[in-house]
């Protein structure tokens, strides 16, 4: 089993629809989580981060962690054509260190 | 400010030689990040420093990989007797280190392929 589980997609949503992304883990003992964003052919970029049970909201991006399904999901409302990126789920692991997920491909079709 | 920079962009080197990259961190961070990507993979961790010293190197894959950061600023990932397999985006994170809720901040990458 990987540490951290992502659905490779692509996810294809229309343009001002709800996107929802999710991510599993496997170590209960994770603390920290968080989303990055990456276009094709550029680095990873936060977009959020969550470390209590519940939902976290910034801006069109809702967050939203339950540690007792080990479970972590990224929400995208009113979904923009410049949404579409691979969307990296990463855990805080011992050190800081982040454990990735392969990346979940979303493509907002206009 | 001026974000994490990464030299050089790309770098295509011959099986066998021997390279660095380099990164300069965001400025005041104390926290810096090696990972490597592959295509369609993650970031995968490979060293971390807290000031000058390696932290936690438990990602480096063999000893053909080293990295320094004698000033606690800019750091260097030294690879030697490269190997068609190393090819990969090298990134460079930084961060204010805040224990479990450290934001690490990605640099532009620097591409490596060895042929």
């Known amino acids: 089993q990987k540490e951290v589980e992502q659905n490779s997609g692509p996810l294809s949503v229309p343009e001002g629809a709800i996107a929802s992304l999710n991510c599993t883990y496997s170590?209960?003992?994770?603390?920290?989580f968080f989303w990055y964003r990456q276009y094709s052919g550029k680095s990873p970029e936060l977009i959020m981060s969550?470390?209590?049970?519940g939902d976290k909201e910034d801006g069109r991006f809702t967050a939203q962690l339950n540690k007792a399904s080990q479970y972590v999901s990224l929400l995208i409302r009113d979904s923009q054509p410049s949404d579409s990126a691979t969307y990296l789920c990463?855990?805080?692991?011992?050190?800081?260190?982040?454990?990735f997920g392969t990346g979940t491909l979303l493509a907002v079709q206009p | 400010g001026a974000g994490v920079s990464q030299t050089p962009s790309n770098k295509v080197t011959e099986k066998g030689k021997y390279v660095e990259l380099r990164c300069d961190p965001i400025?005041?961070?104390?926290?810096l990040y090696w990972y490597r990507q592959s295509l369609g993979q993650g970031p995968e961790f490979l060293i971390y420093?807290?000031?000058?010293?390696?932290?936690?190197d438990s990602g480096l894959p063999n000893d053909r990989f080293f990295a320094v950061r004698p000033e606690g600023s800019v750091s260097t990932l030294k690879i030697q007797r490269t190997e068609r397999g190393d090819s990969a985006v090298y990134l460079c994170?930084?961060?204010?280190?805040?224990?479990?809720?450290?934001?690490?901040?990605f640099g532009p990458g620097t591409r490596l392929t060895v042929l």
């Open positions: 170590d209960r003992g994770s603390q920290s």
């Open positions: 990463a855990r805080g692991g011992a050190t800081n260190k982040l454990i």
């Open positions: 400025s005041g961070h104390t926290a």
């Open positions: 420093f807290q000031g000058t010293g390696a932290a936690d």
């Open positions: 994170a930084s961060s204010l280190p805040q224990g479990p809720k450290d934001e690490q901040f």
């Open positions: 969550i470390y209590s049970n």
